[in-house]
């Protein structure tokens, strides 16, 4: 399959700050890349590099088969690009906001009236398209940000964190959106700081820290290189911590994580649930008492910490980040039944 | 939303028409120019308020300072000020189309549009002649409206509407170039609201270090060749000879080469900003980083 977007060896310095350090990739026509790093991991500074906002410092990048430092007009012609920002003029109305993008793509004002008119009804706008976009929610805003990328119906398409900031609700609907831009053709690379949002949108990962891509595959194959399932025990009493992590050695697969804070461990096994029976006889042995004890398949927050050593949100966005994490480990916590159960069956 | 309606589909493959050039250029910048023009109707306030500064400026000046300010040499009555302020006043307000080109902008990058523009197939200078265009739209209305203010308290033009058209045109041209200072500004600061003050700080010594509020032979020896090669200097004394606002004898008329050429010396320091940071601007619209 052709190569929709192909990056070679691109890299951009800001100063002392590698934001690319020789950042290589290739997205086969129809997939979805996604950009998967923390804040400042240099994922922002590849979308403009490819966009042709950014000239970089050296490398090549070829989108849809123009080559982006040589003919960076033409390339423009053939991309949408939605970013973090809702970046649509909020004093215009939804329906002015798509119909002059369309015009800078060089449609007729004829077509691009009909166009945004499309648009609209499709993204579910068509009440509000006679009101200012300041009149929006956040969520709207969104969907008329990305209406606009969609104006010239372009083959390739770049998301730089098109969720960052939205409900749950919206961010479901924008997911449902975009798997019907990529069932129809559209190659995609996407840019998250959502584990959740590439396992989930994207048919391949490139994994990026400090400007360089250091993993690629997809979910599975990434979940698959750091090992099998982990045992996640909680147990009642702090100071057992250290004797569980003893009780649990036999099986570990690699070192165990232990959060103290909320008496927890978490360790890698290989063996499945029978490990998970094993481990519980030890840890009664020992009489050690335990709140809660699952296994799971590792998320893309292993991979990323066992990556990296460090886990994916810098302290830029500790806020959001942990409140994050501590709705995925609960939803963990609660599908952990239901994973031992279908593995014994 | 409504993935279902998949009938027209979000995805299909429309090339767009493939223009280029000059054609393009302007159409891309009309299309910028109408989308700021109706962003001004959606916020009249701005507009409103553009209006009134300069028509306080009027009234203060005309009957709070214009008393206490005495031209040497001329017929000492309030209407003689009256007449020889207006043209200066006219400027003043033209230049301020550089806030307003300065904090726009900002604001454009500030909130992502400017990256939105760069990465379409547009004209590189569509957005900042759009822009441009359309403060020259608001700064010909506040002209008209400043006029009206201007006649109703007693100003007269002397030398037929053909002339008087003429000076407007030039005090306008001025206030074009300096709104491309304004697009620079706007580029290069962080946040619209450090573009206005930016935008407007150096106005002041530049339009009161010069002929537009007092002649500039009552200034210090030293100060006198500023005010006289300054580009404003030139296009309020080009305004004043084409509205027959000169001062009348036996008050002393300036003999500085500036001063008695001032239309085309306001001609050429309007195209030549204009041509400056134009091209400045446009340089760094390329490489702006929202």
Redesign the interface.
Known sequence: MAAAIEAEDLVKTFGDVHALDGVSLEVPEGTVLGLLGPNGAGKTTMVRVL?????PDSGRAVVAGVDVLKHP??V??L?G?S?Q????????TGR?NLQ??G??????PRDSRARAV??L????LSDAANR?AKTYSGGMRR?LDLA?A?V??P?VMFLDEPTTGLDPRNRM??W??IE??VG???TLLLTTQYLEEADRLAHDIAVVDHGKVIARGSADELKAEIGGERVEIVVEDPAHLAQAVEALAPYAKGEPAVERHTRGITVPVSGGASVLADVIRELDARTIVIQDIGLRRPTLDDVFLSLTGHATFGDESEGEGDSDEVGEAGDAAATVGAAVEGKDS | ???T??T????????????GGAV?AL??SW??A??NL??MT??PEIVVFGMLQPVMFVLLFTYVMGGAITIPGAPSNADTYKQYLMAGIFAQTVTFAVAGASAGIAEDMN???V????????ARS?VLVGRTIADLVQSALTLVVLGVVAFIIGWRIHDGVLKALGGFGLLLLLGYAFSWIGALIGLSVRSPEAATSAGLVWLFPLTFVSNAFVPVSSMPGWLQPVAYWNPFSASVQAARQLFGNLLPPPAPQATVWPMVHAVWVSIGWSLLIMALFSWLSVRKYR?A?G
Do not use: C, H
């Open positions: 966009t042709t906002l950014l000239r007009n033409q423009r012609g991309i690009l970013g920002y809702a970046a649509v003029d909020e004093y215009l002015e002059m993008v015009e800078l793509y060089q449609m007729s499309e648009l009804e499709w993204f579910n200012t969907r606009a969609l010239v119906r083959p609907a924008l449902e959106v019907t831009l129809e053709g559209t | 939303m409504s993935a309606t998949t027209t589909g979000a995805i299909g493959r429309a090339t767009p028409v493939q223009r393009q159409r891309d299309v910028v109408k989308r109706r962003r959606r916020i909130k992502g549009l990256d939105r523009f760069r990465s379409l197939p547009m569509a490489s980083v």
